[in-house]
């Protein structure tokens, strides 16, 4: 778990590197590599890290020990509720909501898990409120009405 996750960080934060040093991509959204599957593939990539390292400690953890799940709770609640995704999702919003394709990227393309746009898109709204963390907050400054 850890592995994947570390993989996943660290693969998205060089494709989104890349991307962003190819002068082609200027005023674009990263939509190349895991950017294609998830609006936030390195942050998926860094709580599935954070959370492989608390599963891998479970067999050492016995009374206030446990209390370590405090880190990744509190890793993955700062990534998906406060500094990580909600802030950067009203940026992307406020500089490319107004833009039909980003709109569309956006309605087929999961917030967090890697999931094909094929499938994502196709999803109810609802399912991907409760079930893959399309949050409200998440689309604040959108310029879509149907966003």
């Known amino acids: 778990m850890w592995l994947v996750g570390f993989l996943i960080e660290a693969i998205s934060d060089q494709q989104k590197l890349q991307f962003k040093k190819d002068l082609r991509n200027t005023g674009r959204w990263c939509d190349i590599g895991f950017w294609k599957w998830s609006r936030h593939p390195n942050y998926f990539g860094e709580i599935l890290l954070w959370w492989g390292i608390f599963v891998a400690s479970t ?12 880190g990744p709770i509190f890793l993955t609640a700062l ?6 995704i909600p802030l950067l999702e009203y940026s992307a919003d ?7 394709e980003y709109r ?14 094929t499938v994502y898109g196709k999803l109810p709204e609802r399912f991907k409120q409760v079930f893959l963390l399309e949050l409200p907050l998440y689309s ?8």
């Open 59 to 70: 067999p050492l953890l016995e009374g206030a020990k446990w209390l370590a799940v405090i």
């Open 79 to 84: 990534l998906l509720f406060l500094s990580g």
């Open 94 to 100: 406020k500089k490319f909501g107004s833009s039909t």
């Open 104 to 117: 569309e990227y956006k309605r087929n393309t999961s917030p967090l898990f890697l999931l094909p746009p």
């Open 140 to 147: 604040r400054k959108l310029y879509d009405p149907g966003c």
